[in-house]
C-alpha cells in the first residue's frame, strides 16, 4: 500500500465561517489520520486574515493556528507572493477563501492555473464580472482546463445542496425551466416575522431592528435590504444553467431601501428614519392579505426566456415559500423530468457552521479528486 | 493535451429505468465527444437483459442498440464470465445496474475487486445482508478499498440528492440526530388522496385501486403496501448515518395489508377483499382528524438512540410531511448543525427519467475520479 500524501491547506479568513471551518478541517484532519489506507493526510500550511498572517517557512503544519495566529505580528503576503509560495510546497496545494474579499476572488484563476484548487463560500468571484467567471472556469480542471478545482457549493444556501443540484441536472440532460426561492436568511426572517401565514406581524422597520438585534443582518442593515446579497445567488444559479449574466446588477433587482433614505450616511440613521415608510409596506401587506396570500422577498431564474429578477412577490399561504420559517432559505428547481412538482431543498442558508460544512464537503471532493 | 480516452460502459436492464438511462447516455456521450479538450469518451460495449445481450467480440461500440438488442439472440453471459469479459476491455469500465436483481446486486464485490466501477438504482446490493454492504464499501476504492468505484444515488428517492446530502452530512462532522420522510411515490399518493389536508378523500382501497389504474403502484400493489420498499431505503440511509443495521426486516416495519388477508393468492384476489377493512382505516383517519391531523405512511431513523421504523404516523396539517403533493417524496434531516429547522429535500422520488438522472448523475462522478 503506498503511503499516504501531504495536501497543504492555507485558509484566507478566520471570522465566523473561518473560524468554523477551521474546526471541522481538524476534525476531518483526525478522521484520516485514524483511518488505515486513507490515501492523503492534511497540513494546515498559511492561514492569514486581512492584516496578518501564520505560516512556517518549511511548510510545517500549524498546529496551534488560534493561539499563533493571535500572537502573530508577521503581516499576510500580497496574494501574488502567496501563489509563489504555494506552489513550492511538498504537496498539492488547496486554497481555501473563507473572506467576501474581491481581491482574492480575482486572484482565483491564477492560484488554479498553478495547479492550486480553491473551495469557497465567497460569492464575489461567481456573481462579478462574467469575465471572471469565464477566466475561473476556463483556469479549472472541473472547468475546461487543466489547473486546479474549484468548487463552490456555499456561495448560494450555505452548506445546502443547491450547486451542485443543479449542476447535476444540467449534466444529465434535464431542461431547467425555473429556478426559485428565497435566498437570504435575512430576508426570509424578515418576511416570515412581518407577515407570518397565520396573520399578525409587527411593523416593518421594527421587524429590521429585531433581525439586526438578533444578528440576522450584516452590521449595516442596508447591506441585506439593498437586494446585492440574493442578486449575487441568483447571478450564480443563472449562469450555472447557462445563462450569460454579465453581472448581478444588469437585471432587475428591487431595493427594499426607499429612495428618500438611500442618502442616509449612517445605518444608524437608516433606522431611525426607516418607520417613516411603514404604511408603504403595511399596504403591501394588506394587499396581499386581502388575496389571501403573502408577501416574501425571492429570486427567480427564468431559463427558457433569459430573465433573471428579485423583488418582493406574492404567494398563497400554502406555497412552500410563505410557509417556511425562521431564518430558512428554500430552492425551487422546476425542470423538464420534474414537471409540476418542483426539486425542492429548504434549510438553513445562513451560519458559520452550514456554511463551513459546504465548504468542508467540497474540500473533500478536492481530495477525492486529487487522490 | 494529451488525447481523450476511452472509458467503457456496460448496462444491465434495459426496463423503464434502463431505457431512460440509455437516452441519456447516448446525450452524454454526444455532449463529451463535442468537447473539445474532454478527458475522455463514452462507449456502451454491453447491454443484457435477464435473457439476452448484445456486444461485440473485439468491445466495438454498440451504436444502436434498440434494434439490435430487438433482434439478438445471442444468450446473456453469466456473471463471473461477464467480469472476465468486462476486465479486459480497453479502457476503464463501469458496469451500470439498472435492474432491482439480488444477482447482480450480489456480485458487485467481485466486479469492484477486479477494478470495475458501478453505478446502480439497485436497493438490493445496500439493503440486504449486512455482509454484503460490508463486502462492497471494503472493495470500493471510495469505501476503504481499492477497487473501483460505486455509487447508488437512485436506491434512495431517485434523482433527489439524498444520499451525497446525508454522507456530506457525516464526512464533514455533522451529528445526524433524525432522518424522516415520506419515501415512497405510492405511499405518498395514496395518503395525500386518501387524506387530504384540505379534507374529504376516498376510502381507502378505492385509493389503492386508483393508485394501481395510474399505475403508481407495482404489478402487484402488495409490493407497495407491505412496507417493504421504504425499509429498504431506511436500512440504506441509517447504513449511511453509521448504524448496523442487519437488514430491512430486523426493525418495525408496518404492512398495510391486513393479516386475514395475508394468505390471499392473487394480487387481484387481495384488491377485491381489501374493501373489507376500510372501517378500520376509516377509523385512523377520524382519529387523526380530530386531532386536527392527518395520516402517512413514514420511515424514520432515530441515529442516537439506534432506532428504525415504518409505518404509519399522524402529522399536523402544517408539518411539510402532511403538505406533500402528487407521488412526490420529503426527506428531513435533523442534525446538530441544521438544529430544529431541518434540511429538507423533497420532489418526485420514482419515475424512470428522474431514477435515470441520479444514475447518470453517478456516473459523471465515477468518470471524474477515473480522470
Redesign the interface.
Known sequence: MPLPRQVCIAVIGAGGVGKCFLS?LS??AS?LSQ?P?APYYLSLVWLSTSKKAIYNADYKPLNNWESELQNSTKPTLPLPELAEYLVKAPGKVVLVDNTSNQDVANSYPAFLKKGISVVTPNKKAFSGDYTLWTDIFSAAS?G?G?GGYIFHESSVGA???VI??LK??V????QVQKIEGVFSGTMSFLFNSFQPTSGGGGKFSAEVTNAKDKGYTEPDARDDLNGLDVARKLTILARLAGLKVESPTSFPVQSLIPKELESCSSGDEFLQRLPEFDGQMDELKSEAEKEGKVIRFVGSVDVPNNKVKVGLEKFDK?H?IA?L??S?NIIAFYTK????????????GA?G??TA?GV??DL?KVL??L?
Not at 171 to 174: L, M, P
Not at 337 to 348: F, K, M, S
Open positions: 471541522q476534525g476531518l478522521k483511518s489506507g472541473n475546461t487543466n452548506g445546502l445542496p451542485s443540484t447535476d441536472l449534466e444529465t440532460g434535464d400554502s412552500p410557509a420559517k425562521g430558512d423530468r420534474y414537471g409540476d412538482n418542483p426539486l425542492i431543498i429548504q434549510g438553513a451560519g457552521d452550514v460544512m468542508t464537503a473533500v477525492r479528486l487522490n
